[in-house]
């Protein structure tokens, strides 16, 4: 996988630091049962070779190729999981939120390369789980953290929008039997991106987009709603708000009133430059303006560590900045070329995904050029 150069060095400074750090030798203990086993097979595989008599040398690579899969087979069961680029937060008493480092994944679609981040929540009668990231491997990640901390089924996913950073594990959740949700407008534009998908690997010549997507099959929703939807499961209430035409048209929140929180999607990010490529940017800020005034302590982000008020009011401000600016350039008579040459966000917020940064002035130019009164 390709890490962000922001991602990297805190990499490089958690493996100096000695964090993170796992053993290649799965025994560092010599004197537990299985590192005693190991040395116990070792030194029979030294008898048994120096006992080989020229009659049955000819024997020598099978007995060790079977003795030495004998020898391994405790190290297998004893290896743990390979940790993933992600963190598991607890933000509120049986809230979890899994966030994804800043990672370029080599599969799944390239047009989704960043895992979103996803939550669940642990209730007496179930699990709710909001988003499923960008691949089903991730999902697979998502739902072992769930199982290490409850057995009890998944009963509900909810997509908060249709971008395939949020539901292509969708898959991994029906083997779960649970219910799929999303707003009617997300349910629609993911049927739309299963089409063009399907469009774009029939043009894939050179089988690229073909492996990438290999093992992955995007899944719909079960369930839409259309404005809100409430669920109500082991004493927890949890309320779907449908809030379009901000970042996309099937935009929804995931708001617990209980414990003060709001997951929203691709309407917030946190330390991360924003996908604008269909947004309506000044819609956009009116949504964060309202969500500022609710009761809410936490905010859940597309990307990002959880953040609160203050925090999500930066990530407004930015947005403001960033129309503000392109407009007055527009004003000024300057091409899209010259507003890319001038200014580059990433220069002033340094965030994360700074690929997106010059893609988020064209798309703010671009929107604010068709609004424009004609001469």
Not at 128 to 152: G, K, Q, S
């Amino acid at each position: 996988m390709w890490i962000s150069e922001g991602s990297r060095k805190s990499k490089v400074e958690e493996l100096k630091a000695g964090k993170n750090r796992r053993s290649v030798f799965p025994f560092t203990d010599l004197q537990r049962p299985e590192g005693l086993r190991l040395v116990s097979a070792i030194r029979l595989l030294y008898s048994a070779l120096r006992s080989l008599t020229p009659d049955t040398r000819h024997l020598t690579p099978a007995f060790c190729l079977l003795l030495s899969a004998w020898c391994l087979l405790p190290a297998a069961y004893c290896l743990p999981p390979a940790r993933g680029l992600y963190e598991v937060r607890e933000v509120q008493p049986n809230v979890f939120v899994w966030i994804a480092d800043d990672v370029l994944d080599p599969e799944g679609d390239p047009q989704f390369n960043r895992a979103g981040n996803a939550g669940f929540i642990i209730t007496t009668e179930g699990v709710v789980v909001v988003n499923t990231t960008n691949t089903p491997f991730h999902a697979r990640e998502l739902l072992y953290e769930i199982r290490r901390r409850t057995d009890l089924p998944v009963r509900y996913v909810i997509n908060t929008d249709s971008q395939g950073d949020h539901m292509l594990g969708n898959e991994v959740f029906v083997d779960q039997q649970a219910t799929i949700v999303s707003t009617n407008a997300a349910q629609a534009e993911m049927r739309q991106y299963g089409q063009e998908l399907l469009q774009r690997l029939k043009e894939d010549e050179h089988w690229r987009l073909q492996g990438r997507m290999r093992g992955i099959h995007p899944t719909l929703p079960s369930q839409a709603f259309d404005p809100e939807m409430s669920i109500r499961l082991g004493g927890q209430e949890i309320k779907l708000l449908s809030l379009s035409g901000g970042h996309s048209a099937g935009d929804a929140v995931v708001h617990l009133p209980g414990a003060k929180l709001l997951f929203l999607g691709h309407l917030y990010e946190n330390g991360f430059f924003p996908h604008l490529a269909s947004s309506d940017v000044r819609r956009w800020i009116e949504i964060l303006r309202q969500m500022e005034s609710w009761d809410v302590e936490t905010y859940i982000p597309a990307h990002g560590p959880p953040g609160d008020k203050k925090q999500l009011g930066e990530f407004r401000q930015f947005l403001e900045w960033l129309v503000a600016e392109v407009q007055a350039r527009i004003q000024q008579g300057k091409s899209l070329n010259e507003v890319r040459r001038e200014l580059n966000p990433a220069e002033i917020y340094h965030w994360s995904a700074r690929d997106l940064a010059p893609r988020a002035v064209e798309a703010v130019y671009r929107q604010l050029e068709e609004t424009q009164p004609a001469p």
